[in-house]
């Protein structure tokens, strides 16, 4: 039979989530036999990126009651085994909510009219004369004048551009049905568990180190925004930033470099921090007496911090912010292209390349022990008995008896496809946002806005991303923010939008209006506010979080418990946890050591392999650096 | 200074035993069979070839035993600029797997992707599946096709070198540039990435 597997591994690792793929990379890369199994059908589990239609059979999949549990044929078990069957409730996706804001189908001539509309407001020069336009037809070409005034106005140092810019403002008034987002499917990568990597972040230097970011694309975050005084500004955080930007004064200026730079330099810290061991973060700031805005700057954008974060694990916070600023781009994080799950995939491709057996589809069924219960002989997939010295599982794959002890805690997920940018800017952005608690009673929750250049969606949508800890549903937990950000209310894509955000337009009309000079408006901090993103689908969801689970409790000694996404911004969890097993079974290995470029492993190859070491992957521009050529010389 | 002109990725899928390997191994190396162990730890082979006077550097991916148990990596198709689907044609069931390798590659790899099909090991006397179907079923999913024996050494230099070839038309009739909409490709990737700071750089 195809399906039979070989019998005898070093490593069975069960689940392709983040901590078990690198943990199978390093086994295998050590030379290890290494089986990796899945049962689902994709790689990734809770941390895969899906297209429109598999986001669609993962939610059937999730609505599905628990399928009665099988009994485990113990008949299977060898003298001396027990067998405790695999599965818990850490697997369980929960207050699952899908939702359409648009038309199912949309007739083509509407759509027809509606560009020819926009069209000829193209050409006008005072689009603000058309806040008189009553709702119906008019309504749309009053969102494109109004999108192409917005436009205009952040681009008045570059009018170069302007033809581009406003073709692509146009393209993104598309009109979307259902049906045309279905037919898209395929260009969506919409994230379980989006994740931002910090330039100089643990993930990154072991991509790096290990020579394994020739499997994958980033892309860098453009830019950091907060929520201060109810509307969305960017957030100075390069030295550019802090010097270019108009909303904070030349004094504050001052204040906020002086402060990034005394939470850089370790050599003073005990003394700049003298006092504030037992005080919160939000202490030591007000005694630096920083303006209110700075404080909202560095407490909730740079340290990503709350109001009861202690001072020195903000200053650590604020540390991990500016120590990965200026390597790769503007903001100090990357974003990985095609989404978040291509990530743990990169592991498997490396394990698989160093020998590791890969089966999707594939279940463990049951874990087999030994009579005492303290040692893991293998497991049961299918009819087979696999035996492995270790095994390492993804937490929702252990039995229950191995997770007896572990505390149950939630994230609540956000998913909006929309029609344009949360704050639309002239290239596309790609933007973190760290909204601040509300009211000081709930969570902070992080917003990630991805475009298609990310592969994210088709052109002219953009999809957003919110996280947070779960306090009741996804959908309640969530719900200030998605207000404040997004407009949510159902949309035929004709009238809707001027009917329900009259009312901001028109104040935008006006402040446009009073403020002759666009310059002079961004001066005061005042900003004309665009029209929300129309949220065209949603679906919201709770996961279980389990970073903070003690898992070598209640498991034999040579099993290895792997934690599901976390809360915070990047894999570094991940990261960690996945050394802290693999150092476990393999204390004397090194832990993902470089992988070879195949410059360097060419047989019969003539030239040093020094050289090959110094370049860089192929991936990257043609015109790179010079490249090994024994492949060249062979012929 | 520059080395080559042109930098294209390209995929091998296919069943297992097809040849795959055999194929890579005996365009970039010469060699048949490939030597045992060698395959550890190998990512891709790459090999610069001369095209009108022009070097286009072409890296070859093999799918890492994934195929085995059909658990490719989807990342494994990302960017790819051709990509060449594999059957053996003495062996019927490498031939019926066709459908589901299409829908794969679909699924993940760009529409526009060059989709070349071969069918490998004609040296062999056992032919099972007529060089007509296959040339059928290539036209009917408009696919490029070739036969080839990658023991024999025939028709392999000719395979890639037409990918090379027709790769490179289509970068400079420009016709690579719609890659920049869907998936940023090598071209694409030049201008788009040395825009925002991709960390192809990472290294």
Known sequence: MEDDLPTEYDVIVVGTGMTESIVAAAASRIGKKVLHLDSNEYYGGLWASFNFDGLQKWMEECRQPNKPSETVDASKAKEGEKLVKAGNQFSTVSNLEEKWYILEEVADSPEGQLSSKITQTEGEEHPASKAAVGPGEGAASSLGGESEKLEKE????KPDSDEAKDNSVLNQRENWSQNKLKKEYRKFNLDLAPKLLFARGSLVELLISSNIARYAEFRSVTRVLTWINGRLEPVPCSRADVFSTQNVSVPEKRMLMKLLSSCLENEDANKEFEGFEDKTFVEYLKSKKLTSNLMHYVLYAIAMATENTLCMDGVNRTQRFLNSLGRYGNTPFLWPMYGSGEIPQCFCRLCAVFGGLYHLKRAADAIIIDANGEKCIGIMSGQQHLETANLV??????????????????LSRGIFVTDRS???????????LQFPP?????EPVTVIEVGHTTNACPKGLYVVHMTCKQQTTAHEDLKAVVEHLLHVEFSDGT?????????STQTAHQEGSSAENPEGADASGERPAALKPQVLWSLFFNCPETSQCDFSADVPSNVFLCSGPDLDLDFEFSVKQAKEIFTKMYPESEFLPRAPDPEEIVLEGEEGSGEGAEQKEGEEQGDAQEGPKEAQSEE | ???????????????????KTCLVRRFTQGLFPPG????????FMIKTVEIDNEKVKLQIWDTAGQERFRSITQSYYRSAHALILVYDISCQPTFDCLPDWLREIEEYASNKVLRVLVGNKIDREDREIPTHVGEDFAQRHSMYYLETSAKEAENVEKLFMEIAAELMEQARSKELPRYENNSPTINGRTTVIGDSNCCSRMS
């Not at chain 1, 949360?422 to 973190?432: A, M, R």
């Not at chain 2, 294209?8 to 035993?17: C, E, H, I, W």
């Not at chain 2, 045992?36 to 990512?43: E, H, L, N, R």
């Open chain 1, 495 to 503: 009238v809707a939008r001027i009917d329900t955000d009259i009312k």
């Open chain 2, 1 to 19: 200074m520059e080395d080559y002109k042109f930098l294209f990725k390209v995929v091998l899928v296919g069943n297992a035993g097809v040849g």
């Open chain 2, 36 to 43: 045992q162990g060698a395959t550890i730890g190998v990512d």
């Open chain 1, 154 to 157: 952040g681009n008045c140092e």
């Open chain 1, 393 to 410: 599982m993804g937490v929702g794959y252990a039995p229950p008896d191995f997770v007896k002890t572990a505390p149950s805690g939630g």
């Open chain 1, 422 to 432: 949360i704050l639309p800017s002239d290239k596309e952005s790609l933007t973190l």
């Open chain 1, 438 to 442: 509300l009211d000081g009673a709930r």
